[in-house]
């Protein structure tokens, strides 16, 4: 059975970095598209990047993150990673690693993501 796990969150202050991972099992993730979502408590589940399958990996990102975050993968290692610098306070969240079930039409959309991981919390103190 497919299985996604986050790690590497943890408690940091603000300005400082984290690198998130997610290794994926039981399926060959390195074939599909790969995002990560964060989610805070009473608040809808928010986008923060994804990257494409293939060698030339395109990459998303939501605004708040640009030029902070980093997405990328080692499909050697069924690995995806989120190299989060500059962090914010408001970067506090859940984060979680998700892949779609096949093609991915709109990587910002949580709907289009079938697999999910059971998260990693991120704390940025002020």
């Known amino acids: 059975q497919a299985q996604l796990v986050e790690s590497g969150g943890g408690l940091v202050q603000a300005g400082g970095s984290l690198r998130l991972s997610c290794a994926a099992s039981?399926?060959?993730?390195?074939?599909?598209?790969m995002g990560w979502f964060r989610q805070t408590q009473g608040k809808e589940r928010e986008f923060v990047a994804a990257?494409?399958?293939?060698?030339?990996?395109?990459?998303y990102y939501t605004d708040s993150v640009k030029g902070r975050f980093t997405i990328s993968r080692d499909n050697a290692k069924n690995t995806v990673y989120l190299q989060m610098n500059s962090l914010k306070p408001e970067d506090t969240a859940v984060y979680y690693c998700?892949?779609?079930?096949?093609?991915?039409?709109?990587?910002?959309?949580?709907?289009?993501?079938?697999?999910w991981g059971q998260g990693t919390q991120v704390t940025v103190s002020s």
């Open positions: 998700a892949a779609p079930l096949g093609s991915l039409y709109d990587p910002f959309s949580e709907f289009e993501y079938h697999y």
């Open positions: 039981g399926r060959t993730f390195s074939n599909y598209a």
């Open positions: 990257i494409s399958w293939s060698g030339r990996s395109s990459t």
